[in-house]
Structures are given as C-alpha cells and as structure tokens.
C-alpha cells in the first residue's frame, strides 16, 4: 500500500492551525497512524486507530479519517510543532510510511 | 519507563555483515512483537522486519529478505538484527520500534549504520 502525504512542505504561522494529509492508495480502514519527528530524535507516536490521541499527546492535535483519506490537525501551532509529520498504515504488510510533511514557520 | 537502546551501528564496507542490539527495559519484553525502521539520511522511514513474541513467527521487507535476520532473546531482553550483504542502499539509522495492538508506541534512538568503502 501506497501512502501518500500533502503537502510535502506546509508554511503556517504560529497559532494558526494546520491541516495535513494521507491518502493511502487501498482501503486501510482505520488502521491509520500520525507519528512526529524532530531534527535528530526518533519518531513519537501521536495518533493510532485513525483518531486516537497517544499517552501524553495534546489535544490539539487530532486525527480523522477512514478508508483511505485522513487528516492529521494541529488547531494552534506552537514552536516545538514545526517539525516532520508522517502517516503509516498498519492494516497491511509490509507497513508502509507516507513520504513525510514538513511544518514550517511562515 | 519503557527504554529501547539499540546499539552495533558502525562504518561496514559493502558486502560486509553487522549485527545490531536493542535492549529493551521498562516493559514485558516478551508479551511484545518487536520491529525495526530504518530512516536513510534526509529520507523517510522504512519498516524492516517484525518478530513476534516467541521469535516463531518473523516477516521482511522485500529489500533485506534473505540478506536480513531478526531475533530476539527474551531472557536477555534484547532483539537483534542481523545483517548481512550489506550495500550502500542499507545506510541507514535503524530504530528499534515496540509494536502496540499493530502500531508502533515506542522507539529507540537509533543506531548509524555506514555502507562504504
């Protein structure tokens, strides 16, 4: 399976909300996870099941979507969130990443 | 607190071997399937392998099938990746990731592993 995110690079201004995106390229149902990535550290699970919130993560920062397109929103950015975002799916093998989005100050 | 250490990373030269650890703490390491991601420099992440709780059951990404062992010791703690045939296409930073109901909570730092002559 195929994931695809958009954009590939998102310019937001801090406090403003953030939309990104994954399209899987086959039904994946809600086996859908967002992981977050900072320079030099080691992805962090943010959400699973398509919109679950891990342990510990904020709640601005929500996930929806089913099938094969989900949305990953953060509703007020906040400096430690310009970073990399990336789906995966878990309802097929191999488990397969979208190609990353970065978040970028504006 | 659940810890994933991985460590074995270096500079190998191309067709060469290289076996990396991941010592697991903070968790039931044997109640867990286990798996590794890799992440090329400036790339995105790649899932590797997966084993599953007793070390019968494992699975490959077509690119290190044959050339790629995962193992686990569940006495020690520890999962293993051994690799072998090594090419450029294998530099990587390889993560030791704890599978959680199919989706991955927790990763370790990452291990540098260097294909070049």
């Known amino acids: 399976i195929v994931m695809t995110q958009s954009p590939a690079t998102l310019s937001v201004s801090p406090g403003e909300r953030a939309t990104l995106s994954c399209r899987a390229s086959?039904?994946?149902?809600?086996?859908l996870a967002w992981y977050q990535q900072k320079p030099g550290q080691a992805p962090r699970l943010l959400i699973y099941?398509?919109?679950t919130r891990a342990t510990g993560i904020p709640a601005r920062f929500s996930g929806s979507g089913s099938g094969a397109e989900f949305t990953l929103t953060v509703s007020s950015l906040q400096s430690e969130d310009f970073v990399v975002y990336y789906c995966?799916?878990?309802?097929?093998?191999?488990?397969?990443f979208g190609q990353g989005t970065k978040v970028e100050i504006k | 607190e659940v810890q994933l250490v991985e460590s074995g990373g270096d500079l190998v030269q191309p067709g060469g071997s290289l076996r990396l650890s991941c010592a697991a703490s903070?968790?039931?390491?044997?109640?867990?399937?286990m798996h590794w991601v890799r992440q090329s420099p400036g790339k995105g992440l790649v899932w590797v392998s997966r084993?599953?709780?007793?070390?019968?059951?494992?699975t490959y990404a077509d690119s290190v099938k044959g050339r790629f062992t995962i193992s686990r010791d569940n006495a020690k703690n520890t999962l293993y990746l051994q690799m072998n045939s090594l090419s450029a296409e294998d530099t990587a930073v390889y993560y030791c990731?704890?599978?959680?109901?199919?989706?991955?909570?927790?990763w370790g730092q990452g291990t540098l592993v260097t294909v070049s002559s």
């Open positions: 099941a398509a919109s």
């Open positions: 084993i599953n709780t007793d070390g019968g059951g494992t």
């Open positions: 990731v704890r599978d959680n109901s199919d989706f991955f909570d927790y």
């Open positions: 086959q039904s994946v149902s809600s086996n």
């Open positions: 903070g968790f039931t390491f044997r109640s867990y399937w």
């Open positions: 995966q799916q878990y309802n097929n093998w191999p488990r397969t």
